[in-house]
């Protein structure tokens, strides 16, 4: 798999009927390994290691409505309340990150109402802060650490 631009994790892998698969800490199963998930993998240890969420408090993968539409968020960071403090979008290594992106993550965060966002292709990493009064989000270098 192509090398990320997040530090190196420990992961544990199966193959499977000539499918490697890698294991969600978070789904507490092995997942086909596909180039998102790839990515995802990675973001998941990137919030529990190094910004140190817990994991009770992420979610990976999980369906919401927007406008009557089905959609997949990528990953939720709750807060210990239960309201959603980072929504983070993955896509694979091999797709730009573009105002699209950006797009897609900001009208899943009209339902959501998260505090920030995260947008990475595993190389790319762009990080957000919701300005809701103006209605925009504010780049910033670095998503917070957790504070309880």
């Known amino acids: ?17 000539n ?5 969600d800490v978070i789904r507490k199963k092995f997942v086909v390994l596909q180039p998102e998930e790839w990515v ?3 973001c998941v240890h ?9 994991i009770a408090l992420i979610n990976v993968e999980k369906e919401l409505k927007i406008n009557n539409l089905k959609k997949r968020y990528d990953i939720v960071v709750f807060n210990s309340d ?6 983070v979008e993955c896509k694979a290594h091999t797709i730009p990150i573009a105002q699209s992106t950006f797009d897609q993550i900001a009208q899943y ?5 998260a505090s920030y966002l ?6 790319n990493h762009y990080y957000c ?4 009064e103006n209605e925009r989000y504010n780049f910033l270098k670095e998503i917070p650490v957790y504070n309880e």
């Open 46 to 54: 990137y919030l529990i290691h190094e910004k140190k969420y817990p």
């Open 129 to 132: 802060q919701m300005d809701f």
């Open 109 to 113: 965060n009209l339902a959501l109402n």
């Open 1 to 17: 798999m192509q090398q990320l631009n997040f530090p190196k994790f420990s992961f544990r892998f199966k193959n499977s009927e």
């Open 82 to 87: 239960g309201s959603i403090f980072i929504i």
């Open 19 to 23: 499918k490697i698969s890698i294991f």
């Open 118 to 123: 995260m947008v990475t292709n595993g190389l």
């Open 40 to 42: 995802r993998q990675h």
